[in-house]
């Protein structure tokens, strides 16, 4: 149909106050000169986002934006509170580091 938009993502003004009530909420918005915006409602993230928007291919910010949702949604901290240690935590995390847990020794084989 001509001039239907995709019910994908729900296209937002970031700044709606009725959809930002609680941070990380990832809303998608279209800016000025039909580039996508996204924002998580904190300003210091938001504008980390337009910042990349602005200077980076729209499946990058798209990308960033739900890496920063699952970042802060599994860290539960303000973003200026946020310390070196909880990106290397949730990294491990990521990664499925099994810390102080016992893994079975690799046995080589060898011919002969």
């Known amino acids: 149909m001509a001039g239907s938009t995709p019910s994908i993502m729900r296209v937002t003004p ?17 800016g000025s000169g ?6 998580l409602g904190h300003p210091l993230v938001d504008s980390y986002l337009a910042f ?13 934006a739900h ?4 970042f802060f949604t599994v860290v539960d901290r303000d973003p200026v509170e946020v310390s070196t240690a909880d990106v290397f935590d949730f ?5 499925g580091d099994r810390k102080g847990q016992l893994t079975a020794p690799v046995m ?4 002969g």
């Not at 970031?14 to 279209?30: C, E, G, I, T």
């Not at 990294?91 to 990664?95: E, F, G, V």
């Not at 080589?108 to 011919?111: A, G, I, P, Q």
């Open 91 to 95: 990294l491990a995390h990521q990664r």
């Open 52 to 64: 990349v928007a602005d200077r980076c291919r729209p499946n990058t910010a798209r990308a960033v």
């Open 14 to 30: 970031a700044w709606d106050a009725r959809v930002m009530d609680h941070f990380p909420n990832l809303v998608r918005s279209a």
């Open 34 to 39: 039909g580039t996508v915006r996204f924002a």
């Open 108 to 111: 080589l084989r060898t011919s």
């Open 67 to 70: 890496e920063l949702k699952a």
